[in-house]
């Protein structure tokens, strides 16, 4: 894992503590999610599903599916 995915999923952790203490079922899910992206060197599967292939090019991820 490189710096930035190591960053990325340090942020994730945090984001999942606070969802968690709110009780946020959906939002935990989504998190968990791309906490399983992040560990498996994956892009993350919120963006591959949001955004247009355009927008995924422009944050580097061009070589994920269209939604």
């Keep these: 894992m490189n710096k930035k995915q190591q960053a990325e999923l340090e942020r994730l952790e945090r ?3 606070v969802a ?3 009780g946020n079922e959906l939002f935990i899910q989504n998190i968990e999610r791309e906490i399983a ?3 498996r060197g994956e892009h993350s599967p919120l963006i591959e599903e949001y955004l247009t292939a355009e927008e995924r090019a ?3 991820v ?3 599916p269209e939604a």
Excluded: D, I, M, W
Aim: net charge positive; glycine share 6%.
């Design 62 to 64: 061009e070589n994920q």
């Design 20 to 22: 968690k203490r709110n």
């Design 58 to 60: 422009s944050r580097g």
């Design 15 to 17: 984001v999942l503590a």
């Design 37 to 39: 992206a992040v560990q």
